[in-house]
């Protein structure tokens, strides 16, 4: 996890120096997240992969 620039603060900063326009949070981020393939993500950042298991491991434990 990077703290010295979160994941919004970054897209900003791509999406100003490539698109050279704003990012926007909820209209970006939805169209992004359409194209995303989880399991990629899960493989290549580990912080995902452990807050993916916690979760599971947390809903296994609500039951149904």
């Not at 620039?5 to 970054?10: D, G, H, Q």
């Not at 990012?23 to 169209?31: I, L, P």
């Amino acid at each position: 996890m990077n703290l010295n620039e979160p994941p919004a603060a970054l897209l900003e900063r791509l999406y100003r120096s490539r698109l050279n326009r704003h990012y926007g949070k909820v209209t970006d981020s939805t169209n992004l997240f359409a194209k995303l393939d989880p399991e990629q993500a899960y493989g290549c950042c580990p912080a995902l992969a452990e807050m993916l298991e916690e979760l599971l491991t947390l809903a296994k434990k609500a039951g149904p």
